[in-house]
Nanobody, 123 residues
Framework: QIHLVESGGGLVQPGGSLRLSCAAS????????MGWYRQAPGNQRELVAT???????NYAESVKGRFTISRDNAKNTVNLQMNTLKPEDTAAYYC?????????????????WGQGTQVTVSS
């Protein structure tokens, strides 16, 4: 059973940057594909980015070119570097994991979730 804890959220001005981190424990991190999702009030949870254990990545169209997902299997962490942030990026961001080798965009594929970290983009 893998346990996920997000950190790094906060308040940032439009155009600014934040780096989210997700620390994993309790299982062999390298066998898990990882994802970042977000949910704004009144909206459904949506995919932000995913990464396989070997480092293949996939992004939502809305964040391509601005966000970068990465992982460090030695440190059991997955990160989300967010640049050129916009007010519409405001949401709770969640780290997710599932034990598989394939990039998964569907949130129902993921069976482990963190508690979330809030990102607010506002002037």
């Amino acid at each position: 059973q893998i346990h996920l804890v997000e950190s790094g959220g906060g308040l940032v001005q439009p155009g600014g940057s934040l780096r989210l981190s997700c620390a994993a424990s309790g299982s062999i991190f390298s066998i898990y594909a990882m994802g970042w999702y977000r949910q704004a009030p009144g909206n459904q949870r949506e995919l932000v980015a995913t990464i396989t254990s070997s480092g293949s990545t996939n992004y939502a169209e809305s964040v391509k070119g601005r966000f970068t997902i990465s992982r460090d299997n030695a440190k059991n962490t997955v990160n989300l570097q967010m640049n050129t942030l916009k007010p519409e990026d405001t949401a709770a961001y969640y780290c997710a994991a599932y034990p598989g080798m394939i990039l998964a965009r569907n949130q129902f594929t993921y069976d482990h979730w963190g508690q979330g970290t809030q990102v607010t983009v506002s002037s």
